[in-house]
Protein backbone atom coordinates (compact mmCIF):
# COMPACT_ATOMS: atom_id res chain seq x y z
CA UNK A 1 0.00 0.00 0.00
CA UNK A 2 1.09 3.51 -0.86
CA UNK A 3 1.53 5.90 2.35
CA UNK A 4 -0.81 8.68 0.56
CA UNK A 5 -4.05 5.39 0.67
CA UNK A 6 -2.91 4.60 4.24
CA UNK A 7 -3.46 8.06 5.81
CA UNK A 8 -6.35 8.44 3.63
CA UNK A 9 -8.21 4.80 5.21
CA UNK A 10 -6.67 6.25 8.70
CA UNK A 11 -8.68 9.72 8.31
CA UNK A 12 -11.62 7.91 6.86
CA UNK A 13 -11.72 5.08 9.26
CA UNK A 14 -11.12 7.24 12.15
CA UNK A 15 -13.68 10.14 10.70
CA UNK A 16 -16.57 7.14 10.33
CA UNK A 17 -17.55 7.55 14.16
CA UNK A 18 -16.46 10.68 15.13
CA UNK A 19 -17.98 10.26 19.03
CA UNK A 20 -16.46 7.77 19.52
CA UNK A 21 -12.69 8.45 18.27
CA UNK A 22 -13.59 11.89 20.37
CA UNK A 23 -13.88 9.69 23.74
CA UNK A 24 -10.66 7.84 23.25
CA UNK A 25 -8.63 11.19 21.94
CA UNK A 26 -10.08 12.62 25.16
CA UNK A 27 -8.60 9.46 27.43
CA UNK A 28 -5.09 10.75 26.15
CA UNK A 29 -5.45 14.39 25.93
CA UNK A 30 -5.87 14.65 29.59
CA UNK A 31 -3.42 12.45 30.44
CA UNK A 32 -1.35 14.16 28.36
CA UNK A 33 -2.21 17.44 29.45
CA UNK A 34 -1.81 16.30 33.25
CA UNK A 35 1.86 15.17 32.82
CA UNK A 36 2.69 18.51 31.02
CA UNK A 37 1.02 20.54 33.48
CA UNK A 38 2.01 18.59 37.24
CA UNK A 39 6.19 18.29 35.84
CA UNK A 40 5.80 22.25 35.32
CA UNK A 41 4.45 22.31 38.68
CA UNK A 42 7.35 20.45 39.55
CA UNK A 43 9.69 22.51 37.91
CA UNK A 44 8.42 25.30 38.80
CA UNK A 45 8.40 24.77 42.17
CA UNK A 46 12.06 23.94 42.17
CA UNK A 47 12.98 26.56 40.44
CA UNK A 48 11.46 28.85 42.97
CA UNK A 49 12.95 26.65 45.84
CA UNK A 50 16.32 27.80 44.23
CA UNK A 51 16.05 31.21 43.77
CA UNK A 52 14.08 31.36 47.47
CA UNK A 53 17.54 29.71 49.10
CA UNK A 54 19.62 32.17 46.88
CA UNK A 55 17.74 35.08 48.19
CA UNK A 56 18.82 34.02 51.78
CA UNK A 57 22.41 35.04 51.43
CA UNK A 58 25.59 34.57 48.84
CA UNK A 59 27.68 31.85 50.25
CA UNK A 60 26.13 31.22 53.01
CA UNK A 61 27.46 29.02 55.95
CA UNK A 62 24.98 28.47 59.27
CA UNK A 63 26.42 27.57 62.32
CA UNK A 64 23.69 26.20 64.75
CA UNK A 65 23.63 24.57 68.22
CA UNK A 66 23.01 21.24 68.78
CA UNK A 67 24.94 17.78 68.17
CA UNK A 68 26.19 16.97 64.73
CA UNK A 69 25.21 13.52 64.03
CA UNK A 70 26.87 11.46 60.87
CA UNK A 71 25.31 10.48 57.65
CA UNK A 72 22.44 8.08 58.02
CA UNK A 73 21.78 8.71 61.52
CA UNK A 74 18.75 11.10 62.71
CA UNK A 75 19.31 14.61 63.95
CA UNK A 76 19.50 15.43 67.27
CA UNK A 77 15.89 16.50 68.98
CA UNK A 78 18.25 19.62 70.28
CA UNK A 79 19.78 21.04 66.89
CA UNK A 80 18.61 24.51 66.51
CA UNK A 81 17.21 24.91 70.30
CA UNK A 82 20.41 23.90 72.28
CA UNK A 83 22.61 26.67 74.15
CA UNK A 84 25.86 26.34 72.83
CA UNK A 85 26.83 29.25 71.19
CA UNK A 86 27.61 32.55 71.88
CA UNK A 87 28.78 36.03 70.98
CA UNK A 88 32.43 35.41 71.25
CA UNK A 89 31.86 32.45 68.72
CA UNK A 90 30.41 34.72 66.30
CA UNK A 91 33.51 37.23 66.68
CA UNK A 92 36.01 34.50 66.60
CA UNK A 93 34.96 33.38 63.11
CA UNK A 94 35.06 37.09 62.09
CA UNK A 95 39.17 37.64 63.10
CA UNK A 96 40.29 34.35 62.77
CA UNK A 97 38.94 32.31 59.93
CA UNK A 98 40.07 32.91 57.03
CA UNK A 99 38.03 34.02 53.73
CA UNK A 100 35.22 35.68 55.45
CA UNK A 101 33.28 38.53 54.10
CA UNK A 102 30.73 39.02 57.45
CA UNK A 103 29.53 37.21 60.13
CA UNK A 104 25.75 38.14 61.68
CA UNK A 105 25.03 36.30 65.13
CA UNK A 106 21.62 35.96 65.34
CA UNK A 107 19.14 35.48 69.00
CA UNK A 108 15.33 34.33 67.26
CA UNK A 109 11.91 33.27 68.79
CA UNK A 110 8.51 34.17 67.56
CA UNK A 111 6.25 36.83 69.48
CA UNK A 112 2.91 38.10 69.61
CA UNK A 113 3.76 41.78 68.14
CA UNK A 114 0.70 44.77 68.99
CA UNK A 115 0.55 48.18 67.60
CA UNK A 116 -2.35 50.35 67.27
CA UNK A 117 -4.91 47.95 68.50
CA UNK A 118 -3.95 45.80 65.64
CA UNK A 119 -1.25 42.59 66.08
CA UNK A 120 0.20 39.80 64.74
CA UNK A 121 2.32 36.80 65.84
CA UNK A 122 6.17 36.76 64.00
CA UNK A 123 9.43 35.67 64.16
CA UNK A 124 11.95 38.53 66.15
CA UNK A 125 15.43 38.21 65.14
CA UNK A 126 18.37 39.96 67.52
CA UNK A 127 21.37 40.57 64.93
CA UNK A 128 24.11 43.13 63.93
CA UNK A 129 24.85 45.48 61.26
CA UNK A 130 26.61 43.16 59.07
CA UNK A 131 23.38 41.35 58.57
CA UNK A 132 22.08 42.78 55.71
CA UNK A 133 25.64 42.12 53.69
CA UNK A 134 24.96 37.99 54.69
CA UNK A 135 21.31 37.92 54.00
CA UNK A 136 20.47 39.67 51.01
CA UNK A 137 18.75 42.29 53.14
CA UNK A 138 17.70 45.53 51.78
CA UNK A 139 16.09 48.10 53.13
CA UNK A 140 13.33 50.00 51.75
CA UNK A 141 12.26 53.31 54.18
CA UNK A 142 14.44 54.18 56.99
CA UNK A 143 17.79 52.51 57.77
CA UNK A 144 18.84 49.15 59.89
CA UNK A 145 20.38 48.11 63.15
CA UNK A 146 23.91 50.23 63.72
CA UNK A 147 26.83 49.29 65.87
CA UNK A 148 25.89 52.30 68.35
CA UNK A 149 22.49 50.57 68.72
CA UNK A 150 23.75 47.50 69.93
CA UNK A 151 26.30 48.90 72.30
CA UNK A 152 23.31 50.97 73.55
CA UNK A 153 21.30 48.35 73.98
CA UNK A 154 19.07 50.45 71.81
CA UNK A 155 14.96 49.59 72.12
CA UNK A 156 14.22 50.04 67.84
CA UNK A 157 13.35 47.54 65.29
CA UNK A 158 13.01 46.92 61.42
CA UNK A 159 10.11 45.21 60.19
CA UNK A 160 9.65 43.49 56.98
CA UNK A 161 6.58 44.33 54.83
CA UNK A 162 4.29 41.58 55.42
CA UNK A 163 4.52 43.14 59.49
CA UNK A 164 3.94 45.96 58.63
CA UNK A 165 1.20 45.20 56.76
CA UNK A 166 -0.74 43.02 59.09
CA UNK A 167 0.43 46.18 61.85
CA UNK A 168 -0.39 49.40 59.98
CA UNK A 169 -2.71 48.14 56.80
CA UNK A 170 -1.42 48.13 53.19
CA UNK A 171 -2.52 51.69 52.91
CA UNK A 172 -0.47 53.08 55.60
CA UNK A 173 2.68 54.96 53.91
CA UNK A 174 5.13 56.01 56.42
CA UNK A 175 5.43 53.77 59.88
CA UNK A 176 8.99 55.35 60.75
CA UNK A 177 8.85 56.66 63.74
CA UNK A 178 5.82 54.40 65.25
CA UNK A 179 5.46 52.52 68.65
CA UNK A 180 4.98 48.76 68.60
CA UNK A 181 5.00 46.12 71.30
CA UNK A 182 7.26 43.08 71.55
CA UNK A 183 6.80 40.78 74.61
CA UNK A 184 5.15 44.13 75.95
CA UNK A 185 7.97 46.16 75.36
CA UNK A 186 8.11 49.12 73.50
CA UNK A 187 10.08 49.32 70.24
CA UNK A 188 10.44 52.48 67.65
CA UNK A 189 10.57 51.32 64.23
CA UNK A 190 13.22 52.59 62.05
CA UNK A 191 13.38 51.14 59.21
CA UNK A 192 11.23 48.99 56.78
CA UNK A 193 12.65 46.27 54.68
CA UNK A 194 12.18 45.62 51.11
CA UNK A 195 9.53 42.83 50.05
CA UNK A 196 11.56 39.63 48.53
CA UNK A 197 8.89 37.65 48.55
CA UNK A 198 7.93 34.08 49.74
CA UNK A 199 6.02 32.49 52.50
CA UNK A 200 6.16 30.56 55.62
CA UNK A 201 8.20 30.97 58.76
CA UNK A 202 11.61 31.36 56.60
CA UNK A 203 10.38 34.33 55.28
CA UNK A 204 12.29 37.64 55.61
CA UNK A 205 9.18 39.95 54.68
CA UNK A 206 7.53 38.11 58.07
CA UNK A 207 10.08 39.44 59.94
CA UNK A 208 11.48 41.83 62.74
CA UNK A 209 14.77 42.79 63.40
CA UNK A 210 15.87 44.42 66.96
CA UNK A 211 19.29 45.05 68.18
CA UNK A 212 20.75 41.62 69.36
CA UNK A 213 22.18 43.16 72.69
CA UNK A 214 18.23 44.04 73.32
CA UNK A 215 16.86 40.41 72.29
CA UNK A 216 19.48 38.82 74.86
CA UNK A 217 18.84 41.70 77.74
CA UNK A 218 14.73 41.83 77.25
CA UNK A 219 13.24 38.79 75.35
CA UNK A 220 16.12 35.58 75.71
CA UNK A 221 17.45 36.47 78.63
CA UNK A 222 20.70 35.24 78.27
CA UNK A 223 23.82 35.48 76.64
CA UNK A 224 23.33 32.50 73.90
CA UNK A 225 22.62 32.82 70.69
CA UNK A 226 20.19 30.62 68.25
CA UNK A 227 22.43 31.07 64.71
CA UNK A 228 25.57 32.15 63.06
CA UNK A 229 25.23 33.08 59.93
CA UNK A 230 28.48 33.55 57.68
CA UNK A 231 28.94 34.79 54.09
CA UNK A 232 32.56 33.56 52.42
CA UNK A 233 34.03 36.09 50.32
CA UNK A 234 33.47 33.49 47.30
CA UNK A 235 31.65 30.43 46.33
CA UNK A 236 34.45 28.62 46.15
CA UNK A 237 35.80 28.98 49.42
CA UNK A 238 32.36 28.70 51.23
CA UNK A 239 33.88 24.93 52.30
CA UNK A 240 37.00 25.84 53.14
CA UNK A 241 35.22 28.45 55.63
CA UNK A 242 32.70 26.01 56.65
CA UNK A 243 35.97 23.38 58.04
CA UNK A 244 37.67 26.37 59.56
CA UNK A 245 34.55 27.16 61.31
CA UNK A 246 34.40 23.47 62.37
CA UNK A 247 37.99 23.45 63.84
CA UNK A 248 38.11 26.90 65.49
CA UNK A 249 34.73 25.81 67.63
CA UNK A 250 35.56 22.51 68.18
CA UNK A 251 39.14 24.33 69.53
CA UNK A 252 37.21 27.26 71.41
CA UNK A 253 34.59 24.58 73.14
CA UNK A 254 37.45 22.79 74.16
CA UNK A 255 36.14 19.40 72.31
CA UNK A 256 38.92 16.96 70.78
CA UNK A 257 36.37 14.65 69.07
CA UNK A 258 34.71 15.76 66.40
CA UNK A 259 31.57 13.52 66.32
CA UNK A 260 30.79 15.05 70.06
CA UNK A 261 30.38 18.57 68.47
CA UNK A 262 28.01 20.78 70.24
CA UNK A 263 27.37 22.96 66.74
CA UNK A 264 26.39 21.73 63.51
CA UNK A 265 27.26 23.48 60.27
CA UNK A 266 25.53 23.92 56.91
CA UNK A 267 26.73 25.63 53.70
CA UNK A 268 24.25 26.92 51.24
CA UNK A 269 25.33 24.63 48.29
CA UNK A 270 24.07 21.42 51.23
CA UNK A 271 20.86 23.77 51.62
CA UNK A 272 20.50 23.73 47.73
CA UNK A 273 21.08 20.37 46.88
CA UNK A 274 18.94 18.60 49.08
CA UNK A 275 15.99 21.19 48.29
CA UNK A 276 16.76 20.35 44.51
CA UNK A 277 16.44 16.35 45.64
CA UNK A 278 13.55 16.99 46.89
CA UNK A 279 11.86 18.87 44.11
CA UNK A 280 13.06 16.49 41.95
CA UNK A 281 11.39 13.92 43.92
CA UNK A 282 8.33 15.18 43.98
CA UNK A 283 8.21 15.87 40.48
CA UNK A 284 8.71 12.55 39.69
CA UNK A 285 5.53 11.55 41.76
CA UNK A 286 3.43 14.01 40.45
CA UNK A 287 4.49 13.07 36.97
CA UNK A 288 4.36 9.63 37.79
CA UNK A 289 0.84 10.08 39.13
CA UNK A 290 -0.17 11.71 36.28
CA UNK A 291 1.03 9.26 33.95
CA UNK A 292 -1.70 6.83 34.95
CA UNK A 293 -4.05 8.39 33.25
CA UNK A 294 -2.12 7.83 30.49
CA UNK A 295 -2.37 4.02 31.05
CA UNK A 296 -6.26 4.51 31.17
CA UNK A 297 -6.31 6.21 27.92
CA UNK A 298 -4.23 3.54 25.99
CA UNK A 299 -6.47 0.74 27.11
CA UNK A 300 -9.01 3.51 26.06
CA UNK A 301 -7.43 3.00 22.71
CA UNK A 302 -6.53 -0.80 22.25
CA UNK A 303 -10.84 -1.08 23.53
CA UNK A 304 -11.53 0.80 20.37
CA UNK A 305 -9.41 -0.49 17.77
CA UNK A 306 -10.81 -4.24 18.64
CA UNK A 307 -13.96 -3.18 18.54
CA UNK A 308 -12.98 -1.38 14.99
CA UNK A 309 -11.65 -4.85 13.95
CA UNK A 310 -14.39 -6.56 15.10
CA UNK A 311 -17.13 -4.48 12.92
CA UNK A 312 -14.87 -4.34 9.90
CA UNK A 313 -13.95 -8.06 10.04
CA UNK A 314 -16.00 -8.12 6.38
CA UNK A 315 -13.45 -5.27 4.97
CA UNK A 316 -11.00 -7.33 6.20
CA UNK A 317 -11.75 -10.59 4.39
CA UNK A 318 -12.41 -8.62 1.52
CA UNK A 319 -9.23 -7.25 1.41
CA UNK A 320 -7.36 -10.12 1.44
CA UNK A 321 -9.38 -11.51 -0.74
CA UNK A 322 -8.44 -9.63 -3.16
CA UNK A 323 -4.85 -9.83 -2.50
CA UNK A 324 -3.96 -7.57 0.71
CA UNK A 325 -1.21 -8.87 3.01
CA UNK A 326 -0.78 -9.32 6.60
CA UNK A 327 1.50 -6.67 6.98
CA UNK A 328 -0.66 -4.44 5.10
CA UNK A 329 -3.43 -5.27 6.86
CA UNK A 330 -1.43 -4.96 10.43
CA UNK A 331 0.39 -1.32 9.40
CA UNK A 332 -3.44 -0.16 8.15
CA UNK A 333 -4.81 -0.64 12.26
CA UNK A 334 -1.56 0.20 13.77
CA UNK A 335 -0.72 3.79 11.84
CA UNK A 336 -4.58 4.36 13.58
CA UNK A 337 -3.71 3.72 16.36
CA UNK A 338 -0.50 5.92 16.21
CA UNK A 339 -2.55 8.61 14.73
CA UNK A 340 -4.94 8.72 17.44
CA UNK A 341 -2.39 8.87 19.91
CA UNK A 342 -0.33 11.47 17.99
CA UNK A 343 -2.98 14.11 17.87
CA UNK A 344 -3.86 13.32 21.45
CA UNK A 345 -0.67 14.37 21.99
CA UNK A 346 -0.82 16.99 20.44
CA UNK A 347 -4.02 18.68 21.92
CA UNK A 348 -2.88 17.42 25.10
CA UNK A 349 0.37 19.31 24.77
CA UNK A 350 -1.78 22.55 23.77
CA UNK A 351 -3.93 22.26 27.29
CA UNK A 352 -0.75 20.90 29.60
CA UNK A 353 1.02 24.11 28.50
CA UNK A 354 -2.11 26.35 28.72
CA UNK A 355 -3.28 24.97 32.51
CA UNK A 356 0.35 25.95 33.47
CA UNK A 357 0.01 29.20 32.19
CA UNK A 358 -3.11 29.91 34.13
CA UNK A 359 -1.21 28.50 36.85
CA UNK A 360 1.51 30.81 36.91
CA UNK A 361 -0.68 34.09 35.30
CA UNK A 362 -3.22 33.73 38.49
CA UNK A 363 -0.11 33.74 41.00
CA UNK A 364 -0.85 30.20 42.25
CA UNK A 365 2.41 28.98 41.95
CA UNK A 366 5.30 29.57 39.16
CA UNK A 367 5.02 26.95 36.53
CA UNK A 368 8.21 26.24 33.67
CA UNK A 369 7.33 23.83 30.38
CA UNK A 370 10.63 22.62 29.54
CA UNK A 371 12.01 21.18 26.29
CA UNK A 372 12.12 17.64 27.80
CA UNK A 373 8.45 17.34 29.05
CA UNK A 374 7.33 18.14 25.09
CA UNK A 375 9.53 15.33 23.93
CA UNK A 376 8.06 13.23 27.10
CA UNK A 377 4.68 13.70 26.31
CA UNK A 378 5.23 13.09 22.51
CA UNK A 379 7.01 10.08 22.86
CA UNK A 380 4.79 9.19 25.33
CA UNK A 381 1.89 9.15 22.80
CA UNK A 382 3.71 7.56 19.94
CA UNK A 383 4.81 4.62 22.44
CA UNK A 384 1.11 4.38 23.82
CA UNK A 385 0.12 4.39 20.35
CA UNK A 386 2.51 1.24 19.15
CA UNK A 387 1.64 -0.52 22.29
CA UNK A 388 -1.81 -0.59 22.59
CA UNK A 389 -2.13 -0.71 18.49
CA UNK A 390 -0.12 -3.64 18.63
CA UNK A 391 -2.78 -6.73 19.59
CA UNK A 392 -5.56 -5.46 17.83
CA UNK A 393 -3.13 -4.83 14.77
CA UNK A 394 -1.78 -8.33 14.74
CA UNK A 395 -5.40 -9.55 15.33
CA UNK A 396 -7.09 -7.94 12.62
CA UNK A 397 -4.14 -9.52 10.33
CA UNK A 398 -4.69 -12.61 11.62
CA UNK A 399 -8.31 -13.14 10.65
CA UNK A 400 -9.01 -15.78 8.09
CA UNK A 401 -10.29 -14.27 5.08
CA UNK A 402 -13.08 -16.92 3.85
CA UNK A 403 -14.29 -16.75 7.94
CA UNK A 404 -13.54 -12.82 7.91
CA UNK A 405 -16.06 -12.95 4.14
CA UNK A 406 -18.73 -15.16 6.31
CA UNK A 407 -18.78 -12.69 9.04
CA UNK A 408 -22.33 -10.79 9.83
Known amino acids: ????????????????NKVRSGLTILGIVIGIASVISMMA????????????????????VIVSPGAQRGVGVNVSAGRGSAKSLKLSDAEAIASEVANVKAVAPEVSSRYQIIAKGANTNTQVVGTVSAYPDVRNLQINE????TDQSVQNNS????????????????????????????????????????AKGGGGFGSQDDMIFIPISTAQK???????????????????????????????????HHISDPTMADFSTLNQADIAATASSIASIFTILLGSI??????????????????????RTREIGLRKAIGAKRNDISLQFLVEAIAL???????????????????????????????????????????IGIV????????????NPIEALRYE
Open 41 to 60: IGQGAQGSIQSSIQSIGSNL
Open 341 to 383: TFFSGLLGLILGWGIAWLITYFGIIQTSVNLNSVLLAFGVSAF
Open 218 to 252: FLSGDQYVSTISVAADSADSTSVVQQGISDLLLEL
Open 155 to 194: KIAVIGPTVKDDLFGVDETNVIGQIIKINKIEFKIIGVTT
Open 1 to 16: MKVIDILEETASALLA
Open 290 to 311: AGISLLVGGIGIMNMMLMTVTE
Open 142 to 145: GAFI
Open 388 to 399: FGYYPARRAAGL
